[in-house]
Structure formats: C-alpha cells, structure tokens
C-alpha cells in the first residue's frame, strides 16, 4: 500500500485538523479532494476492519464526523479521554493510532506499513481488554496513549526520538496492558496462578502482556502489522518493546527513576544513542502510567474510583481465598483519599518533576510543571480537605 492509499484510508484528514505539516503536504497532493471527502473515509474503513470476532456496527459518516471533534484537542493535556472512548466505542484504538501516526509522519517514512494489518491488528487489541475491569481496560489504555503522545509532541520528547522510536512508543502504550485480569502481580503470585508458574514470579503481568500482544500479531497473518521491518529493525522494535512493558511494572519504579536521575545530574543526557532514548521512552511511558493524578480534577476523580473499586474487587477475592488482603485493597479499612495522598507523595510527584527536567520543548519553559505540576498540587489540596471533612464527593 503506497502512501496515497495510507492517507486515503487516515479517519482524520478533515478540514478541522489544522497546522500539520503532514496535512499541508496532504493539501498539496493530487488526491485532495478525495481525501477531505469523509465518505470514502467512511468506505475505506468499513472496508477494511475485518476481525472476525468484532461485532458493531458500520461506521456511519456521522458517526466519524464526532470521532473527528472529539480528537481536535488530543495534543491537549486536557483532552477528554473517556468522551472519545464513549463516542468512537469499538473504533478507538485504531482511529486514536491512525490519527496519531498521521501527526508524526509516520506513513510517510515507512512506506511498505501495511495499514489494513495495523487497524486489524489494534481491533483485536482492543477485544482482548477485558471490560468488565474498572480500572485496566481500553480507557486507561486511550489514557495513557494520549498521555505518551502529549509528552512526545506538546513536551517536545519527538525531538531527540526517530519515526520508529515514535512508532514503538505509541505502540508499547497500546499494549502495554494487554488482558489485564484486574488483580496485581503479588495476587498471581501468592495464588500460585498459572501465569506466575510460567514466568517463574518475574513480573508476570507485564510478561504476559508483552507475550500475548506478540503473538496476536504473530497468530494471523493479517494481524502482522510489524512485517514491513527488515530483520535488523524488527529485532530493535520488539527488543525496545519488551522492554518498555516489562518496565511499566511498578516495582521497576524506584530503580528507573533513581537511574534517570543519576544520568540527569551527569552530563550530556540524553544523547543521540540506543541506549539513552530507550532510557528517556521507558520513563515517558511509565510517567504516562502513572499521569492520572495529574489530569483536571474532574477526570481524575473518576479514575481513582474505578482504580479503588478494582483494588476493593481484589480484596473481596483474598477475603474469600482466605489469604491475607493487600495493602489498599481491604474497602473496609482503606481512605482512599490517604492512599491517592501516599500515591501522588511518593511516585507520581518525582516522576512528573524529573520529567519537566527533561523536557526538551524549546518553545516552553515548564510545560510539564504547568499542565501537570499544578493539577498536583490542586488535587492534593482537594483530597486533604475531604480527609478533614471540608468537601464531600
Ligand atoms: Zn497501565
């Protein structure tokens, strides 16, 4: 598929998309007309998602109209990520990439990208997300693409990261979850659960989510959206993503960030290596992990229900077990309100802090300090008043 037929087939090439440089060469191509006209965009798609097991409706040109507006903002720290999940339901994964990759010229760089495997392949993603989970589903995954995205372009990260680096990056974001039971490593573990057996208690989820998003790709041939690499680079791309994922695992969190910091007080960091935009991708993808704290208090107070209703799931799980409860998971004896408190205190502050050290966006000083240091302290006084009594909600 040529580049042409790549952007004929991009959801997002409307008129309300302004300032890409991508969507200026656009303008300048010969099949212009036909790439604003949201029919064949329309046509193109409905055509192309052929997973199996996906059962929705068509995509109607309304219906990808709204997609369209709810993804005008996504360079936005606060752009609503649970309004695009709502209204693009079964077509979010593939539309949020597509738009995405549009925004790196990614097409572009790799022509031999086969887009038909790319939308099949994060369709099938998306089903293997369990929804009955409050906290690990497709939303906290929209979540933490978008957040990766927000720290590449508005934070500047893109510019020391390569197409490819891109690429991996956003990729990693998407799986980086990958059928997530809803309970927590230790859970597998002391449960002796078959996935903790398997990957002999070394971080089982992650190792899991890394393993099964790999062999999604590798089970169907239409689903080999990595088969335009040459050998050499389809080695780097799943050696980085392997990487990255395993290390979204909590318990790598004081490691990474003591690692980081130690680079940053030494000199030149990062360089133009392997090694150090691995470094700085890792610890932007776990940041994105991590974000929810940040964001406008009005999003972050429906994640810390869903990520505590997950946690009370579990504990109702370890009472029946009969196996002691995990700390935070026990509802009964459990203030939230401390917990987020002890969560934002001793891991989400130093990684937003060391992050805006980072930032290498020239055009703004602080960006990251503003659009996620101040909705830190915000709502670290919002959850201390509830602790007194002050607000309820
Ligand atoms: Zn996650």
Not at 25 to 30: A, F, I
Not at 359 to 385: A, V
Request: hydrophobic share 35%.
């Amino acid at each position: 598929m040529d580049y042409e037929d790549f952007s004929e087939s991009v959801p997002i090439l409307g008129q309300k998309i302004g300032g890409d440089k991508v969507l200026k060469r656009s303008r300048q191509s010969s099949i212009k007309m036909k790439m604003f006209n949201t029919d064949h965009h329309v046509e193109r798609i409905n055509t192309t998602f052929t997973s199996p097991s996906m059962d929705r409706e068509p995509l109607e040109k309304e219906k990808l109209e709204q997609i369209y507006e709810t993804l005008e903002k996504v360079d936005d720290w606060n752009w609503d990520v649970l309004k695009f999940s709502q209204i693009a339901d079964t077509w979010c994964f593939p539309i949020l990439c597509l738009r995405l990759f549009l925004k790196y010229d990614i097409y572009r760089k790799f022509e031999e990208m086969n887009l038909d495997k790319w939308l099949n392949y994060l369709s099938a993603l998306y089903l293997g997300y369990q929804f009955n989970n409050m906290y690990h589903n497709h939303n906290h995954i929209i979540d933490t693409v978008q957040a990766t995205h927000y720290f590449y372009k508005t934070a500047g990260f893109e510019n020391f990261l390569s197409e490819q680096d891109i690429m991996v990056g956003i990729l990693a974001a998407f799986i980086h979850d990958y059928e997530h039971p809803g309970l927590t490593s230790q859970f597998l573990i002391r449960t002796k659960h078959p996935k903790a057996i398997r990957y002999s208690d070394i971080s089982p989820l992650e190792n899991h989510h890394v393993a099964a998003a790999f062999k999604l790709m590798d089970s169907d041939g239409e689903r080999d959206l990595l088969d335009f690499l040459d050998q050499k680079s389809y080695k780097l791309v799943r050696k980085m993503l392997v990487y990255m994922v395993i290390r979204t695992d909590l318990s790598y969190h004081f490691d990474l960030l003591s690692s980081i910091q130690g680079k940053i007080y030494g000199e030149n960091f990062p360089q133009d290596t392997l090694e150090d935009r691995l470094t700085v991708m890792t610890f932007t993808l776990h940041c994105a992990d991590l974000s929810k704290p940040a964001r406008s208090w009005i999003f972050y107070r429906g994640w810390i229900d869903a990520m505590m209703e997950e946690f009370n799931m579990q504990g109702k799980m370890e009472k029946e077990l009969n196996i002691p409860i995990s700390p935070f998971m026990d509802e009964e004896n459990t203030n939230r309100e401390r917990v987020q408190l002890a969560y934002i205190d001793f891991i989400v502050r130093d990684s937003i802090d060391i992050l805006n050290i980072l930032s290498p966006n020239p055009d703004y000083n602080n960006i990251i300090q503003r659009d996620l240091g101040e909705n830190l302290n915000l709502n670290r006084k919002t959850l201390q008043k509830k602790i007194e009594g002050e607000v309820k909600f």
